[in-house]
Structures are given as structure tokens and as C-alpha cells.
């Protein structure tokens, strides 16, 4: 028995995609239902699109305090918690079959 065989493997994957027409609508119809400012809409679209804070932070050209600080103000105001949510959130308000 090796160390390799007695060590667990662990493995993920990271998906990204960058937002589509209809995708970056959603978001925008989203920003709008919530009141999100300018800033907050660019940092939500930016986290949705790189998936994380630093990230994000990079693409914007801004501190990753500055993001959390938005991100915060961002689940403040749709009641969430953590970025699933508010992607999960997000994806519910985009469906086709979301209570309107």
C-alpha cells in the first residue's frame, strides 16, 4: 500500500461562463427589482461571471473589501446569505415559471 492509496482523493471543478444577452436581462431585471445601484449590479454580474470575490475584484479593478462591502449591501437587500443564494435567487427570478 502506497502513501498515494491511503490518501483520499479529492477533486472539483470550476464552471465559468460569462454572461449571454438573455443572461446579463435577467440580471439587469434583477438589479432592478431589487434596487441594486450601478455598482452593486456591476459587482453581482462580475461575481456571477468569474465566480469569486478576488475574481471579480481583478476584472473590476477594485479591492476585494470593496467587493465584499457591495456583495454585502447586495445580500442586504434580497435577504440572502451567501453567493448561492443569490445566484439560486437570481436563476429563480430568470424562470420562465417564476411567480411574476
Not at 64 to 91: C, E, N, Y
Amino acid at each position: 500500500l502506497s502513501l498515494h492509496d491511503a490518501l483520499p482523493i479529492s477533486a472539483f471543478l470550476v464552471f465559468m461562463r460569462h454572461l449571454d444577452g438573455a443572461g446579463a436581462a435577467a440580471v439587469a431585471a434583477f438589479a432592478d427589482r431589487f434596487g441594486l445601484t450601478k455598482q452593486e449590479t456591476r459587482v453581482l454580474r462580475s461575481v456571477i461571471d468569474t465566480g469569486s470575490v478576488p475574481m471579480a475584484s481583478e476584472v473590476l479593478d477594485i479591492s476585494p473589501t470593496t467587493t465584499r462591502f457591495h456583495l454585502t449591501s447586495i445580500f442586504d437587500k434580497t435577504g440572502v446569505r451567501t453567493q448561492a443564494g443569490l445566484v439560486r435567487l437570481l436563476i429563480e427570478g430568470a424562470s420562465p415559471f417564476a411567480a411574476g
